[in-house]
């Protein structure tokens, strides 16, 4: 299963504290299972951007349905399909 890495803002104004954000993971993890996807890690980010998700979906349409269902939270992300550096001979093979 591909590995996707989602580099995630949270809509200014909709919380008002980090439990906020806290109280709906439950539920944001749910949506993503709902969509096909497994959630291996999430982490809050200091700096430019609030969350980094990293999950593995069935493939990029998954990935993208977890993206939209994100988004009903107001949790904006920028998903990447992750690649392992291990796998990177394999991708200059194919050139």
């Not at 996807?37 to 609030?50: E, N, T």
């Not at 349409?61 to 001979?89: C, D, F, K």
Request: with cysteine; hydrophobic share 40%; charged share 25%.
């Amino acid at each position: 299963m591909p590995t996707y890495a989602a580099i995630a803002d949270v809509e200014t104004g909709q919380y008002q504290n980090p439990q906020d954000i806290a109280a709906i993971w439950g539920d944001v993890r749910a949506d993503l299972e709902e969509q096909d996807c497994q959630l291996k890690d999430s982490y809050v980010l200091l700096g430019g951007h609030d969350i980094l998700l990293l999950f593995e979906a069935d493939d990029s349409h998954a990935a993208l349905q977890a993206s939209i269902a994100a988004e009903r939270y107001g949790i904006n992300m920028q998903t990447h399909e992750a690649i392992p550096v291990e796998n990177l001979g394999e991708l200059v093979d194919d050139l």
